[in-house]
């Protein structure tokens, strides 16, 4: 039987909440003279930001609920998803004690903020075909074990993890949270249905999702945290209050509004990732385009530092993934405007005419 009360660091269950000026009177008219903001405006002519912003983001997880279908509660907002990582193990994980479970190779942020904190990692490679090994986790998790990361679809191997073998790890870990992270989850194929739907049926689940992606906001660092009531709770408790600027809400709220977009510029994304494996495909330099649920594709090829540093002196920009286990060999391509994958398309098809000209 999971019980979050034992896997919360003893400190972090006992804990006051800090309690803001906002929090003290949470009117929207009246005479605030309780913060000391500057009363007579801001040093911007963008506008006025010389108000402390809403420490709880009511508005825009009032819209976010039904859109997610959660309720209001099982949300948190983080500056980026880096926030909630951090939160997540600063409130479970006894620094020089306890440990976390990765699947390597993905996100690396796991793995960074468990070492600032002092929090020893266990990694549990994914197989050969980038799939969960479920009996080397299962044993991977021992009882100092408080967070599992599960990064679906993967960065940066780009694949959904097979769902059957998620659950087994949810219902095996009782002692631990199971972090699914879904930045991509929106590129993901028809038919795979987010793990927000499945929060009722499991008290140790946290999705992670972001508006960095797909929403196009990467700039304004809003991460999405979805859970339980009571784990939501702890992450309240422990954020600093006003951690979600003013701007920020504002034009979140405002790309709320413009869900439609959102799928449109997915539709686009898709299209082109399509479109784009096509012709890496074609190239002989090219030995395995991997598919992909999110929007890059994570690429092997013949000789692939070679093709990054010509791409480079091109001024065309990816991701060399080459050293990593499982990945030689290996460029994450993020899916551009098709102007942009054309550009790629001719600078390393030159390359393959160049090769075929020695
Ligand atoms: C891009 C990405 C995120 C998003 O991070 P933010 O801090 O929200 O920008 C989260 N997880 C994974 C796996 C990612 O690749």
């Given at each position: 039987?999971?019980?979050?009360?034992?896997?919360?660091?003893?400190?972090?269950?006992?804990?006051?909440?800090?309690?803001?000026?906002?929090?003290?009177?949470?009117?929207?008219?009246?005479?605030?003279?309780?913060?000391?903001?500057?009363?007579?405006?801001?040093?911007?002519?963008?506008?006025?930001?010389?108000?402390?912003?809403?420490?709880?983001?009511?508005?825009?997880?009032?819209?976010?609920?039904?859109?997610?279908?959660?309720?209001?509660?099982?949300?948190?907002?983080?500056?980026?998803?880096?926030?909630?990582?951090d939160l997540l193990i600063r409130a479970t994980?006894?620094?020089?004690?306890?440990?976390?479970?990765?699947?390597?190779?993905?996100?690396?942020?796991?793995?960074?903020?468990?070492?600032?904190?002092?929090?020893?990692?266990?990694?549990?490679?994914?197989?050969?075909?980038?799939?969960?090994?479920?009996?080397?986790?299962?044993?991977?998790?021992?009882?100092?074990?408080?967070?599992?990361?599960?990064?679906?679809?993967?960065?940066?191997?780009?694949?959904?993890?097979?769902?059957?073998?998620?659950?087994?790890?949810?219902?095996?870990?009782?002692?631990?949270?199971?972090?699914?992270?879904?930045?991509?989850?929106?590129?993901?194929?028809?038919?795979?249905?987010?793990?927000?739907?499945?929060?009722?049926?499991?008290?140790?689940?946290?999705?992670?999702?972001?508006?960095?992606?797909?929403?196009?906001?990467?700039?304004?660092?809003?991460?999405?945290?979805?859970?339980?009531?009571?784990?939501?709770?702890?992450?309240?408790?422990?954020?600093?209050?006003?951690?979600?600027?003013?701007?920020?809400?504002?034009?979140?709220?405002?790309?709320?509004?413009?869900?439609?977009?959102?799928?449109?510029?997915?539709?686009?994304?898709?299209?082109?990732?399509?479109?784009?494996?096509?012709?890496?495909?074609?190239?002989?330099?090219?030995?395995?385009?991997?598919?992909?649920?999110?929007?890059?594709?994570?690429?092997?090829?013949?000789?692939?530092?070679?093709?990054?540093?010509?791409?480079?002196?091109?001024?065309?920009?990816?991701?060399?993934?080459?050293?990593?286990?499982?990945?030689?060999?290996?460029?994450?391509?993020?899916?551009?405007?098709?102007?942009?994958?054309?550009?790629?398309?001719?600078?390393?098809?030159?390359?393959?005419?160049?090769?075929?000209?020695?």
């Amino acid at each position: 039987m999971f019980s979050l009360a034992s896997i919360l660091r003893p400190h972090i269950a006992t804990l006051t909440p800090y309690s803001s000026a906002r929090d003290e009177y949470t009117g929207t008219e009246g005479v605030f003279l309780d913060a000391n903001e500057n009363a007579f405006g801001s040093t911007t002519s963008a506008g006025r930001y010389n108000r402390y912003p809403d420490p709880h983001q009511t508005a825009i997880k009032a819209r976010l609920a039904p859109i997610k279908g959660v309720s209001a509660g099982q949300i948190f907002l983080g500056n980026g998803s880096d926030e909630p990582i951090d939160l997540l193990i600063r409130a479970t994980c006894r620094p020089g004690q306890d440990n976390i479970v990765i699947l390597p190779p993905t996100y690396g942020m796991y793995e960074v903020s468990a070492n600032l904190n002092d929090v020893a990692v266990q990694k549990v490679p994914l197989t050969a075909e980038y799939q969960l090994n479920l009996p080397a986790v299962l044993s991977a998790i021992d009882a100092q074990t408080k967070l599992v990361w599960i990064c679906s679809p993967n960065n940066p191997t780009g694949n959904l993890i097979d769902p059957a073998a998620i659950r087994q790890v949810l219902d095996a870990a009782q002692s631990s949270l199971v972090v699914v992270d879904e930045a991509y989850i929106d590129f993901a194929g028809p038919g795979y249905a987010s793990w927000i739907t499945q929060l009722a049926h499991y008290p140790n689940l946290v999705v992670l999702q972001t508006f960095s992606k797909a929403w196009g906001l990467a700039a304004l660092r809003l991460g999405m945290c979805f859970a339980s009531p009571e784990v939501i709770r702890v992450m309240n408790l422990i954020k600093p209050p006003y951690n979600i600027s003013a701007p920020t809400q504002a034009l979140a709220l405002d790309a709320l509004n413009h869900v439609a977009e959102k799928e449109q510029m997915v539709a686009e994304t898709l299209a082109e990732r399509a479109r784009l494996a096509d012709a890496l495909r074609r190239l002989p330099t090219v030995q395995h385009v991997f598919p992909s649920d999110a929007n890059f594709l994570l690429v092997r090829f013949d000789e692939a530092n070679d093709v990054f540093n010509q791409l480079i002196d091109s001024q065309v920009i990816v991701r060399n993934r080459s050293s990593v286990t499982r990945c030689e060999g290996c460029l994450r391509i993020s899916v551009g405007t098709p102007a942009e994958n054309d550009r790629l398309m001719a600078v390393l098809e030159g390359m393959t005419v160049a090769l075929s000209n020695l």
